[in-house]
């Protein structure tokens, strides 16, 4: 997939941000944060350390991300998100949490994977309630595509595992349509539940607003072939 292209999966959102994560994204940004480029990253040496290594995409708030970053200290976490105040909330909670495995890029996923993250270098990919784009018009701007999971592939090891999660209807069908078209994955697991069944991560932000308006919630974990 070509990282020059026209058509994102995000808008960015200026939003309202405080004065503690102003502070974060000043004084801790340069602690937790990575800059973009085009040249792969040296993992080993951005954690000063070789271990199983997870991406999460589109990382909101970054609760989910600090819980799982302080729950499993022998893996290292880096996480993608465009939205600053968000960034600057999960500086906070990784601040406070004292976590030396959690890295964050401040740009689009798509040139983060493309130009940064080597092939072979993921043990676990993790995209939690991406912007589902509900307006049929909007479609093509959805993150999971075939283009994209072709892309997830070659950085996932073999045996590594992609973890997706959505609470919209027709996002899950799509995503069960692309599930069952490609061939670099096989399915391991798929729950539909009431927010009771979370397949292997922590509730999420996005989670509880979709489960406030009644939405069902669809979990995938698919197996790097």
């Not at 941000?17 to 973009?36: I, S, V």
Request: charged share 30%; with cysteine.
């Amino acid at each position: 997939m070509s990282a020059e292209r026209t058509i994102r999966s995000f808008v960015r959102r200026t939003g309202r941000m405080t004065q503690g994560q102003e502070r974060a994204l000043r004084k801790l940004l340069p602690r937790f944060g990575l800059e973009y480029s085009e040249a792969l990253l040296a993992l080993d040496e951005v954690f000063g350390r070789a271990a199983p290594r997870v991406l999460e995409i589109g990382f909101g708030n970054g609760e989910s991300l600090v819980a799982q970053a302080a729950a499993n200290p022998q893996n290292d976490y880096l996480g993608i998100e465009v939205h600053r105040p968000g960034v600057g909330h999960c500086l906070m909670l990784a601040d406070r949490e004292g976590l030396t495995n959690l890295r964050v890029i401040v740009n689009d996923a798509v040139e983060v994977l493309h130009h940064q993250i080597a092939d072979l270098a993921l043990s676990r990919m993790n995209i939690y309630f991406p912007d589902p784009w509900p307006k049929k018009r909007h479609h093509k701007r959805r993150l999971l595509q075939p283009a994209f999971l072709a892309v997830a592939a070659e950085k996932i090891k073999r045996g590594g595992t992609l973890h997706i999660a959505t609470d919209w209807a027709g996002y899950a069908e799509q995503i069960d349509a692309l599930i069952a078209g490609q061939e670099q994955f096989a399915l391991a697991e798929r729950r539909e539940h009431g927010g009771d069944r979370a397949l292997d991560r922590p509730a999420t932000r996005f989670e509880k607003r979709g489960l406030s308006r009644g939405h069902r919630i669809w979990d995938w974990r698919l197996e790097r072939i």
